[in-house]
């Protein structure tokens, strides 16, 4: 399969095909990472710019890292101290980037629907790093991506996400894939955290982690902004913890090699304890090493690779 796509925006877009092109093209990246010298020829002369309207030192590393392996040219708007800043619209922004003639321009950013916006504008493909309540594809790629290293196939696994479903771009993307490949996907939280509309997307929902822990496969912990606490949307964080908290003693119930995963960054004692965030099942630093392997995969099909990659 050839990939035909200018722009990486959503994974309610793609196909199981697509996706499954992605993970393949991503396991020579990882291989390369681990090489004594960490760097290739393939974007010589090409040019990646990050736009990031949100903090995210994770992210910004991983995707900067996985542009430099593959010998990009990189910079990042520092939108803080830009003319953003200013009041400069995305759209007059997009027009000051197309100056510039980007290959790939990865953004994040607080509306939901940003990168869409900026990949009508832009000729340089764009690969979305976060965008509102609405997804955050490459996270969702380097988690499955995960999984798939310690279990051949999706097909049937059950699959935990557990927390804030409502305000998390990872659990809508991750939704999206995992579906795709066939996984059973289970969405727990509290009731203010747990939006119903969710279930058209073909997910069961359940408040009550201990009744959906025995079978599990994955048990995905959400990072739980700590200010959803202020707004009222669960009573403490001791009480979140003691209801919903990922830890050894409740990991016991699954009966199985269960794989503990986290996007990051971690609150621990609350989403999740040190001991289970420490444990031989977590998989959350291969999820890091992961993601910038993903994330070269990404820019390597934009650019017009293939899966038969050569490094």
């Known amino acids: 399969m050839k990939w035909n796509r200018k722009d990486v925006l959503q994974l309610e877009d793609l196909s199981g095909e697509e996706i499954e092109l992605i ?16 760097k290739l020829p393939t974007f010589r002369g090409k040019s990646v710019i990050n736009l990031f309207y949100e903090n995210s030192t994770r992210t910004k590393t991983s995707f900067e890292t996985a542009a430099k392996v593959l010998g990009a040219d ?22 000051t980037l197309q100056a510039m003639q980007p290959d790939i321009v990865v953004i994040r950013h607080a509306s939901s629907g940003a990168a869409q916006f900026l990949s009508k504008i832009l000729k340089a493909g764009v ?40 305000h998390s771009r990872v659990a809508r993307s991750n939704v999206w894939s995992l579906t ?4 059973e996907v289970v969405l727990i939280g ?7 509309e969710m279930k058209t997307l073909g997910v069961k929902m359940n408040y009550n982690l201990d009744e959906e822990l025995p079978g599990a496969d994955v048990v ?11 707004a009222g949307l669960f009573p403490s964080l001791r009480e979140y913890s003691q209801v919903y908290g990922i830890n050894l003693e409740r990991l016991e119930k699954t009966g199985k090699n269960t794989l503990i995963l986290h996007p990051g960054p971690m609150n621990r004692g609350v989403e999740i304890s040190s001991e289970a965030a420490n444990s031989p099942n ?28 050569v490094a």
Request: hydrophobic content about 45%; glycine content about 8%; aromatic content about 4%.
């Open 190 to 196: 509290p009731p203010t955290l747990l939006p119903p």
């Open 127 to 166: 690969i979305n790093a976060g965008d509102g309540q609405h997804e955050h594809p490459s996270q969702a790629l380097l988690d499955l991506f995960t999984m798939k290293e310690h279990m051949e196939s999706l097909e049937g696994k059950k699959i935990l996400i557990v927390g804030d479903v409502l």
């Open 23 to 38: 993970l393949h093209t991503a396991k020579p990246m990882k291989e390369i990472l681990f090489r004594p010298i960490k």
């Open 74 to 95: 990189t910079s990042s708007l520092a939108v803080a101290q830009s003319s953003v800043n200013k009041g400069e619209s995305l759209y007059d922004t997009a027009r």
């Open 282 to 309: 977590a998989v959350i630093e291969e999820q890091v090493t992961n993601g910038v392997a993903i994330r070269m995969a990404l820019m390597y099909l934009l650019m017009g690779g293939n899966a038969n990659v």
């Open 180 to 183: 795709k490949l066939g996984a």
């Open 220 to 230: 995905m912990a959400l990072r739980l902004q700590l200010e959803r606490q202020q």
